[in-house]
T-cell receptor, first 112, second 114 residues
């Protein structure tokens, strides 16, 4: 079956620090990979995605590269802001069943 | 509409009562999903509707849970004889047939069973 393992939090950073959240996966077939973000009091939003090996997804200064050889999709941002405080979920979907499988979520708090 | 909407946003009920949760997907989206977000289980898939096909119910945790989608649009998730462990945020998502891997989520319904 499909599964996603992501770095456990919580993670606390100072503004302008570098953020990385590790994510690895196992999947049957060829998955598309996603990072979703949930800001306090809000719903899940798609942050970025990558659909094939070596693709890089990017949005709002965040990046993640689909690494098939290491089955990973680590999220990075070079300089975080207080507004990046949120819960981040790594997820995958396969064309076999089109159901999202999520990691446990990582809570990130950025302090001014 | 502009996005996926869900109602109610919050629901408090007593153990043993039935509840209905509603989801209005993005107009024109052919696929609709229900997920549950709870402290102990994280985000888990419940049920999936695609067009006129039979729904994929493989994620429903018990036969107390059911869902329907009328006219290929609005969906209702029904939980009968609610239990305290049903307390969670219930999320609905929809997907276009033109972007088969990207789901758009509603704000969720927070269900509390006392």
């Amino acid at each position: 079956g499909n599964s996603v393992t992501q770095m456990e939090g919580p993670v606390t950073l100072s503004e302008e620090a570098f953020l990385t959240i590790n994510c690895t996966y196992t999947a049957t077939g060829y998955p598309s990979l996603f990072w979703y973000v949930q800001y306090p009091g809000e719903g899940l939003q798609l942050l970025l995605k990558a659909t094939k090996a070596d693709d890089k997804g990017s949005n709002k200064g965040f990046e993640a590269t689909y690494r098939k050889e290491t089955t990973s999709f680590h999220l990075e941002k070079g300089s975080v802001q207080v507004s990046d405080s949120a819960v981040y979920f790594c997820a995958l979907i396969t064309t076999r069943d089109y159901k999202l499988s999520f990691g446990a979520g990582t809570t990130v708090t950025v302090r001014a | 509409g502009a996005g996926v909407s869900q109602s109610p946003s919050n629901k408090v009920t007593e153990k043993g009562k039935d509840v209905e949760l509603r989801c209005d997907p993005i107009s024109g989206h052919t696929a609709l999903y229900w997920y549950r977000q709870s402290l102990g289980q994280g985000l888990e898939f419940l049920i999936y509707f695609q067009g006129n096909s039979a729904p994929d119910k493989s994620g429903l945790p018990s036969d107390r849970f059911s869902a329907e989608r009328t006219g290929g649009s609005v969906s209702t998730l029904t939980i009968q004889r609610t239990q305290q462990e049903d307390s969670a945020v219930y999320l609905c998502a929809s997907r276009s047939s033109f972007s088969e891997d990207t789901q758009y989520f509603g704000p969720g319904t927070r269900l509390t069973v006392l």
